[in-house]
């Protein structure tokens, strides 16, 4: 048995959801829902139609289908044995509801039609159990590398938990993370799949109509939509990301958006940068987006605001990043942490204690003359008067030069390998300072500031 919506879309729909309710009747097992449109990509067009489909049962949110067209020809299976961005259910009959969500649509007319048909099953249904999450063991406080976002199969991404694991463990990284738009369902597996190597971390993009948010360590999905469809105000989003002791990033607020990826470029108006503790200023390997994104970062520093500059590689399993990446630079995140776990990770980077980089390692601390107390990247100042502070870098790619960046105010401190340099401040001089390394082609290495009394 099926039932059936057929309808059509412009570019009117776009950034709209729309909603279909229908009913599940008893005894159902497995349900198939199956979208399909046309045209699915204008003949000439550059770009397909952008157009995700998320269901909910009487309970609540069963399963996110990304790009629901263009990825699941026949379907996707909710119920014991689900498609990725599903987990295993039992199928509650009553009131169900799908949303359409359009980002994009590249016609005047598409038509579509969502298919949806019932199954009986065997009765005497199990569940798989979800695996339990592993931890390596502990190597004690130091610094570790690694990446804050990226997609699997659960989303749009083309590889699945493990082949991601093993990725970033081939290229170095001591942490990697998942964070799928709009769907925790590989979070299971992907907390597994940590070992003595590797520490995983998990969250989610939570990928609205205008802008992406990382809610990292947070293991539940965050809804972005009231029931009928309109959209929650995405401060209150952080809000419910910090409730739970989440990191709320801002991704790629330079992104191109609208008609290249709808929804990627961050347009919150209401959130410039509001209630975020962070910014993604290094999305992907370098482009002058992410120089633009640095410049977003640090105005907001300027009028006071603290966010924790991360990077992410945004990997969605389709091309070598790194490898590809040795000339376009692809930057991790070296993170001071006081523990080799994932929550001593997540707590350092809502400190700050890290920097991004390519490949240049930066040392940057103060020490607060009237106490002798130290302050790190993420930290603020606590005394008036004198700090000292003291930078170091080293493996300064040629051609590439260190800076102190004050305010906003950028000084070349040099452009060896490797260098130092030592200065005394007063406290209430300056807002924020960092460690950067440059050179005419973007950056290589962005510390997290200190933050100074002015
Ligand atoms: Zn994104
Ligand atoms: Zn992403």
Not at 6 to 23: Q, Y
Not at 395 to 420: K, M, T
Request: charged share 25%; proline share 5%; with cysteine.
């Amino acid at each position: 048995m099926s039932i059936r919506f057929e309808g059509t879309l412009t570019r009117t729909d776009e950034r709209i959801t729309r909603t279909f309710p229908f009913d599940v009747p008893e005894g159902t097992t497995d349900l198939n829902v199956r979208l399909r449109y046309d045209p699915a990509h204008t003949e000439g067009a550059s770009l397909p139609q952008q157009i995700s489909m998320t269901v909910y049962g009487p309970n609540g949110w069963v399963s996110e289908i990304n790009r629901a067209g263009d990825r699941f020809e026949e379907g996707t299976d909710i119920g014991p044995n689900p498609s990725p961005g599903t987990f295993p259910t039992r199928i509650e009959p009553g009131r169900w509801t799908i949303f359409l969500s359009t980002y994009r649509v590249v016609d005047t007319i598409v038509q579509f039609e969502i298919e949806v048909t019932f199954r009986n099953g065997a009765s005497n249904i199990t569940l798989p159990e979800a695996p339990a999450a592993a931890e390596p063991r502990s190597r004690g406080a130091g610094w570790y590398r690694g990446d804050l976002h990226a997609h699997t199969v659960h989303s749009d991404g083309a590889w699945g938990n493990r082949e991601l694991v093993d990725y970033m463990q081939r290229h170095g990284l001591d942490f990697c993370t998942l964070t799928d738009h709009n769907t925790v369902t590989g979070l299971p597996e992907h907390l597994s799949l940590a070992h003595d190597g590797m520490v995983t971390l998990g969250g989610s993009e939570v990928s609205t109509y205008r802008g992406h948010m990382l809610a990292l360590g947070v293991h539940e999905r965050i809804e972005w939509r009231n029931e009928d469809g309109t959209t929650i105000a995405v401060s209150s989003l952080a809000d419910a990301i910090h409730d739970v002791g989440g990191l709320s990033i801002i991704c790629h607020p330079r992104k191109p958006g609208d008609p290249w990826c709808c929804g990627c470029r961050w347009e919150h108006l209401d959130m410039m940068p509001g209630n975020a503790k962070g910014v993604e200023i290094w999305n992907g390997v370098w482009s002058d987006r992410n120089g633009e994104g640095i410049a977003l970062w640090q105005s907001w520093l300027d009028e006071g605001h603290r966010l924790v500059a991360t990077s992410g590689t945004d990997h969605h399993g389709r091309s070598e990043h790194f490898e590809a990446a040795r000339q376009a630079r692809a930057a991790v995140n070296v993170v001071y942490a006081q523990e080799f776990r994932a929550d001593a990770i997540l707590d350092a980077l809502k400190r700050g204690h890290s920097y991004v980089s390519a490949g240049p390692i930066l040392q940057l601390h103060g020490t607060q003359e009237a106490s002798s107390s130290q302050v790190h990247m993420g930290d603020q100042v606590e005394d008036d008067g004198v700090v000292i502070i003291e930078a170091a870098w080293n493996d300064l790619p040629e051609g590439a030069s260190a800076h102190l960046v004050i305010d906003g105010q950028r000084e070349v401190l040099g452009n060896e390998e490797r260098g130092e340099h030592r200065r005394d401040i007063d406290a209430t001089s300056f807002r924020w300072l960092t460690l950067e390394a440059w050179d005419d082609a973007g950056a290589w290495a962005i510390s997290n500031p200190i933050y100074g009394r002015r």
